[in-house]
């Protein structure tokens, strides 16, 4: 019996093993939120300030939608929104790829009313009695509850994510010879683990899990000599449904471009005829986002179309100077010069957009995914000049980890992509093609099981170290400003800030905002730069003239935007002194403010974190 014929002869088993996987990671990505937060006993107003900046703007579209009269005037709110960058009336759904959302709105609608309908009971709600002399507070748990329906779709999502990804291990690998090989893949992948139970409504929780079907639909239409209609149209439908959520899919993509290069011409031009199909569909959808059109994405999948047929030498590089994307080139090259400015500083600063920290390499060294890698690409590599299609897809696959390797090194975030393939590239181990030269199947056993127990050592205790998180969430500093500004502040109050903050503001309050924490837009950059000239040194002057050219009524000042710094250069002053050489070695507007805000701005509200300044009404 051959490893393809195995496989195809056990279907039930690999779906049953599959589906007791996918559970298995739902309630361990369903624990793990829920010890961190003990979300189940918040309060509405917590669980919204639980989901911290983008994750709260996202949220708000969906908290819009639900509480709309009907679908059509939900989509309409979210289509013409008036509160996001006031005094702007913007297409959300187009701006933030708010599909998601809107099926999501659409099923709590469907199941709310259906249980309605029925007089079945959808959530239990309680009284939860709070320290501090806090007033109780009513919290409510079950799929009633919009926030807790919310996130428990998200992981739901992502439980069948682990299932795919347990289907792809097997199908790659083309064996079921060793059981080593399903239990080295989950146990890789429970030990790396993702993010999606810190940040659940984050766009990649909803768009990554397409990937990995797209991935592994892929795969089986470049290993397969006969082309079928239907797995192309599947996997055009996987790149809209990777697409649509997530701007940043386009660049990962992107690196699947030129990756099928082994295989013959007429399957590329099929190939990328589906990609392009599956991006027009979008753009469609996304109603002409020109950002789409401006990517390297398109300028990528044209070049190399062109590439199959005519050449390649010059049609990338011509395509992308005519499709330019100003601030990824700019980021790049921030990456690999001295190079910067305010809004490439906004993103390297932060965590998640600088280089891999060595504390994740290491721990990569320490569970063996990355020897274990390393081994399989040089072997995989050694292996290439046979020409046969598993092998291709092999150097496909190692391609592909390359590529990520290098994308997660320049930006942590994409470890999210990097993580998953090492592991799934790990399990090759149990391949017999790439090590049947070990020996018998006992030997092959000793070997997977031997590294598998040394993994779970540093493994395990990751384990351990994500399950020992209890936490009980609690922001009363956000709250009392929050519950101050409904209480104290006219519907119609606008408001400008950090990031983050305007985005709670807008969740929690209804308030209309000037800046929002989707930093992608050229426009809204540039707002936001004007906002935050409160925490540069300029004269107070010209930055209450900059509020009232954007309309705002209220600023949110935070001593900690002001003092903190994540390392050397990054504090916003430090940003600011990068443009705004003419200031440099003044105080900063904020540490002056944050004494006494007068003559310019008056102090309606401050505890130990906030500070709200209003305008005074006769200077507009």
């Not at 001295?338 to 920290?357: G, R, S, V």
């Not at 949110?556 to 430090?574: A, H, T, V």
């Amino acid at each position: 019996m051959t490893e393809h014929s195995f496989f195809d002869d056990k279907p039930v088993y690999i779906f049953l093993t599959a589906v007791l996987a996918g559970l298995l990671h739902w309630a361990h990505l369903t624990n793990l939120f829920e010890n961190d937060k003990h979300f189940s006993h918040l309060s509405s107003i917590e669980k919204e300030m639980a989901f911290r900046t983008e994750m709260g703007l996202y949220y708000s579209y969906f908290k819009v939608f639900i509480n709309a009269p009907s679908f059509l005037h939900g989509l309409h709110l979210i289509m013409n929104d008036r509160f996001s960058e006031y005094p702007l009336v913007i297409n959300a759904l187009k701006r933030f790829n708010l599909y998601p959302e809107v099926f999501l709105g659409s099923l709590f609608r469907i199941y709310t009313g259906t249980m309605d309908f029925f007089g079945i009971p959808t959530k239990a709600c309680w009284n939860v009695n709070r320290a501090d002399g806090l007033n109780p507070v009513e919290s409510c748990e079950g799929m009633g509850d919009a926030a807790y329906f919310y996130v428990s779709c998200v992981f739901l999502l992502n439980g069948v994510m682990m299932s795919l990804f347990y289907i792809y291990g097997t199908y790659l690998r083309s064996s079921w010879r060793l059981a080593g090989g399903e239990c080295y893949l989950n146990s890789c992948y429970v030990f790396q683990s993702t993010r999606v139970m810190w940040t659940p409504p984050l766009r990649e929780s909803f768009s990554y899990p397409f990937f990995v079907l797209q991935m592994l639909l892929l795969t089986r239409i470049l290993r397969r000599s006969k082309l079928e209609r239907r797995s192309l149209v599947a996997l055009g439908a996987c790149n809209v449904l990777f697409l649509l959520p997530w701007p940043f899919a386009q660049f990962v993509l992107l690196t699947q471009v030129n990756k099928s290069t082994p295989f013959h011409a007429c399957l590329e031009n099929i190939i990328y005829f589906s990609f392009q199909a599956s991006f027009a569909i979008c753009f469609v959808m996304l109603f002409g986002k020109l950002e789409l059109l401006t990517s390297f994405y398109i300028s990528s999948l044209v070049a190399g179309w062109v590439s199959v047929n005519v050449c390649m030498t010059l049609t990338s590089p011509c395509v992308s100077l005519y499709f330019p994307q100003a601030h990824i080139g700019n980021l790049i090259r921030s990456k690999l010069t001295n190079y910067k400015d305010f809004h490439t500083l906004m993103y390297t600063c932060a965590a998640e957009f600088d280089f891999m920290e060595l504390e994740t390499l290491l721990g990569y060294v320490k569970t063996l995914i990355l020897p274990v890698n390393i081994v399989i690409v040089a072997i995989i590599s050694g292996k290439v000049r046979h020409i046969i299609l598993d092998f291709d897809i092999m150097v496909y696959h190692s391609l592909q980890l390359v590529a990520f390797a290098v994308l997660a090194i320049l930006v942590m975030r994409i470890k999210l992509f990097l993580a998953p393939l090492m592991c799934l590239m790990a399990s090759l181990i149990c391949s017999r093609q790439l090590f049947g030269w070990i020996g018998e199947h006992f030997k092959c056993h000793i070997t997977v099981f031997g590294i598998l127990s040394i993994m779970a050592i540093q493994g395990v205790a990751n384990f351990q170290s994500q399950r020992g998180i209890v936490g009980d969430f609690s922001n009363l500093p956000q709250e009392q400003l929050l519950e101050w500004i409904t209480a104290n502040t006219m519907p119609n109050a606008v408001f400008a800030g950090s990031m983050p903050t305007m985005a709670s503001v807008k969740l929690s309050t209804g308030r209309a905002i000037v800046n929002h924490p989707h930093y992608e837009d050229t426009w809204q950059k540039e707002r936001t730069k004007l906002v935050y000239t409160m925490y540069s040194r300029k004269p107070a002057k010209e930055v209450k003239r900059n509020l009232m050219q954007l309309q705002a009524d209220y600023f949110i000042l935070e001593d900690s935007w002001c003092n903190r710094r994540s390392r050397p250069g990054c504090s916003m002053p430090e940003i600011w002194d990068v443009e705004d050489q003419e200031n440099r070695g003044k105080l900063p507007l904020c540490t002056l403010l944050s004494i006494d805000s007068r003559p310019y701005f008056t102090t309606m509200f401050e505890n130990k974190v906030y500070k709200v300044l209003k305008i005074p009404k006769d200077a507009k």
